[in-house]
């Protein structure tokens, strides 16, 4: 076993490179080696200086919403974070369809554009006079339109590498991702497709997985700004940065996380530590549910009235003075009244948020992980553009629902309802993969071409 583990170490991307293979793979020169790996080490450096990008905006979403459109309220929050995955949900099968007839240059290239464009309107939103939160919500809309080039991305290093080789491509590609999402040009020559008909079953399955993996954490990212500034009084600029803190812990968590699962999965396999991961992500949201006597710092309504404040000519001068961002400092902090439950929903103590942060990081960069690359050897050697086209655009879907689900749930009825009903999501979630676990095999275990 440790001689065949040590072969599948060194076996090239697309197999033997000498004539010899007896899978009948095609012939890998030294220098095409050489440069097809070096296009894989271009796609992880983008990825990741994407990602910082995005981790930069999302945490920032909600304060930038409140200054630039006053009207904007947190049920709008919902909408503008899931914008930004209905462009990729449509975009995605089209740049996979694009990828699977044309250079994947072309596509990635075309992507890489709108997603500069679409960024520029996003800076400049508070320009217009009016309507800014909608400004706002296309031009988010427009940025994940130029995200669905993940979809030609996977595929890519999918068809790049060998199966053995598969789950520890696929973790460099997600520890990229943990710690920022785009992906660069390359090209891939053709390979000798086995016979077989992939399990439409399994693949079906799998994106199911991979749709509520994906929401779980994009409704907890989308309301870790709203909840840190609810129960513990933090003002605008306190929330972006102590939770960019915590997401950037977090990424450091899942990039260590992954590579540790590159070896696990040899040991145990990739199903094994998915059930595993998705115990550990329900963990974390049944310690999220609010319990105890304490309750959070009530935000009261401002009072207004028409009486002339008794100031001195000194203090009105001191007024002029003050900059609006003093001003935006001083605003009332903690559960707005408006929110009913804040009356009688119990405080998320700061140590219990942290661990739940924690378990929720550990959770869910494992399972993200694990449903790609069962997802890879499904669909086995054969051309994966448009399937994988289809899983992004399921986590595209997870992306959009999961940010109006978490807004519209919190906002109305509060944490412990909606955390309760995301623990009832990942137990659903274990029992389908508990179903349909002995189907989840690569495409050459179910064929009989190796052993599982």
Not at 311 to 325: A, N, Q
Not at 335 to 363: D, K, M, N, R
């Amino acid at each position: 076993t440790a001689s065949l583990g040590m072969e599948a170490e060194q076996e090239p991307l697309l197999g033997n490179r000498t004539s010899g293979n007896r899978e009948g793979d095609i012939v890998e020169t030294e220098e095409h080696y050489k440069s097809r790996w070096r296009s894989i080490r271009i796609l992880y450096l983008t990825m990741f200086l994407s990602s910082v990008g995005f981790s930069i905006v999302i945490m920032s979403i909600w304060p930038y919403l409140q200054k630039i459109d006053q009207t904007a309220d947190a049920s709008f929050l919902g909408w503008v974070i899931a914008s930004f995955s209905l462009g990729q949900m449509v975009a995605s099968p089209m740049f996979g369809l694009w990828s699977n007839y044309r250079p994947r240059k072309e596509p990635l290239i075309v992507s890489i554009f709108i997603s500069v464009a679409a960024n520029c309107l996003y800076a400049y939103v508070h320009l217009p006079a009016s309507h800014n939160k909608y400004y706002m919500l296309v031009a988010r809309g427009l940025v994940g339109f130029g995200a669905g080039n993940v979809a030609v991305v996977r595929s890519y290093i999918a068809g790049a590498t060998s199966l053995q080789e598969r789950t520890s491509s696929m973790a460099n590609t997600s520890a990229c991702q943990a710690l920022g999402f785009i992906l660069g040009p390359a090209s891939t020559d053709e390979v000798q497709v086995p016979q077989g008909n992939i399990d439409q079953v399994a693949v079906v399955a799998t994106n199911i997985l991979f749709f509520v993996v994906l929401f779980i954490f994009a409704l907890f990212e989308t309301i870790i700004t709203p909840l840190t500034m609810d129960m513990y009084g933090w003002t605008q600029e306190q929330a972006v940065l102590y939770d960019g803190i915590i997401l950037a812990a977090l990424g450091v968590e899942a990039v260590v996380i992954l590579l540790g699962v590159k070896l696990l999965s040899k040991k145990i396999g990739e199903r094994a530590i998915l059930l595993g991961g998705l115990i550990v992500v329900w963990v974390g949201f049944f310690i999220l549910l609010p319990w105890g006597n304490q309750f959070p710092k009530i935000q009261w309504e401002d009072l207004h009235n028409n009486s002339i404040p008794n100031t001195t000519f000194g203090e009105i001068i001191i007024g002029l003075w003050k900059s609006p961002r003093e001003d935006h400092n001083e605003r009332p902090t903690g559960c707005p009244i408006e929110q009913a439950w804040c009356l009688y929903t119990p405080v998320i103590h700061l140590a219990q948020f942290l661990t739940s942060a924690v378990l929720i990081g550990i959770g869910y960069p494992v399972c993200n992980l694990m449903s790609y690359t069962l997802y890879s050897k499904i669909l086995g050697p054969k051309p994966q553009g448009v399937y994988m086209g289809w899983l992004t655009a399921s986590g595209s879907g997870a992306r959009i629902l999961g940010p109006v689900f978490i807004s519209q749930v919190y906002a109305h009825w509060g944490p412990r309802w909606a955390f309760s009903l995301v623990c009832g999501m990942v137990v659903f979630t274990i029992t389908l993969l508990g179903v349909v676990y002995k189907r989840l095999i690569a495409f050459s275990v179910r064929y009989g071409r190796i052993q599982e």
